[in-house]
């Protein structure tokens, strides 16, 4: 055979840079988007932020605002915020506004706050013991004991390992390494070094101070409870707590009482634990009666073209094609980060206008709803929807709440219609809030009271819903 030249027409899907762009801007967080501008700053010099304070504003740029809204995104009879004083039913927060802001004091201005150290667990420990007058071969063995410690407090590793890991120059056993242990469950935090919760809670028990007789008396029983009976304290079954330890109610309810008040992880207070802060990327207000969304300015960069470069380029057209890119990629940018937040504030506003009932009388009204509603009505894609609702977050006079925390399943009611998963578990929640602790209520008995409303819901379901909420079952819930 010899080879022969064809022609062939065919159509197929290509996206371009420019597309791709948009779609990953889309499903990033608030902060990945920052992080995403921060090197894309680094990489491209034509692009820059717009600091605002040469009061000039660059056709290029994007600050902050959409160039164009809709009648149901801006209503026309409502003043901008900026411009009016706030209406009585309105909710609206000040995220620009800073601890600092106002002050003239130029050497103040310059100092940074820095948030000071967390003092850990070991050093706290440590510097007590350094305090100490016990002998030295002592302070080394406790010192081993707190270095065996966990985050919480607690001694994991029984002694006679510690004892067996000891070198022989040492000349120490497990009897030495009971005392060191006995040292420091003395020290601060009280219940430091127990080896069980319930030897902890003894530990603090143990050191508290009694005012009275009384006081004394119930510590006693406490303590018994503690080192005997703990897991039938957890499990509510008062009726053999009263019986094995010959006590009335206000007894029972005074001990129990004063465990509750101990904290079982002594060590939990030098935890360093980082916190997430959340930046809405919307703000909901109430305007003249009509809920209305607005994009959140400090969640919004400020970029524009450089200036400088871009006069350059204009005068200078040969020679310049990998400047050219780069500002062709600026440009892009800017446009692709106000196509996100104009379809961020598009699909908020839809999300409102179907959960008005929320915002109006909170969570059980929320109504079922799915993607699809919002996709069909923005004639968007479902995957563009749900790219949206990810990570992007509402803040309203109920909370900051995920933009996908509006979406739900439903459970159908006997008359027909529908009812949120969302309102269920607020429901649950009223009742198990209301109800008698003496006699709580069990998952068939919420699910008869839920049917007598008109909402059909199965014991499992109840069930479900109530651990998603962190409810402990019926039992537990039991008081004196």
Known sequence: ???????????????????????????????ELNQEIERMLMENPILEREDGDDGLTATTGFTGQPETQSPAEAPSEAPSPETREPQGDEWQPDYSSSPRAGNNDEEDGDRTFVAPELLSLR?????????TNLPRRDRALIGILIAALDDDGYLTQPIEEIAELLPPEADSGVE????????????????????????????????????????????????????QYLESLAQRDYARLKQALGVNDDELRAAQKLILKLNPHPGSAFSNIETRYVIPDVIVRRIKGVWRASLNRDAMPRLRVNRLYASLLAGNRNGANAMSGQV???????????????????????????QRHFFEHGEVAMRPMVLREIAETLGLHESTISRVTTQKYMATPRGTYELKYFFGSHVATETGGACSATAIRALIKQLVAAEDTKVPLSDSRISQILSQQGIVVARRTIAKYRESLQIPPVNLRKSL
């Open 176 to 227: 030495d390494l009971a005392i060191a242990l006995h040292h420091l469950q003395n020290m601060e935090p009280a219940g430091v070094g127990a080896r069980s919760p319930s030897e902890c809670l003894l530990l603090q028990i143990r050191a508290m101070r009694h005012a009275t007789d009384a006081d004394a008396r119930i510590a006693k029983l406490a303590a018994t409870i503690a080192s």
């Open 1 to 31: 055979m010899k080879p022969t030249l064809q022609f062939r027409l065919s159509q197929h899907l290509t996206l371009t840079p420019q597309l791709q762009q948009s779609i990953r801007l889309l499903q990033l967080s608030t902060v």
């Open 123 to 131: 050093q706290h420990l440590n510097d007590q013991l350094s305090l």
């Open 328 to 354: 062709q990629e600026a440009r892009w940018l800017i446009k692709n980060v106000q196509q996100r937040f104009d379809t961020i504030l598009r699909v908020s506003q839809a999300i409102i206008d179907r």
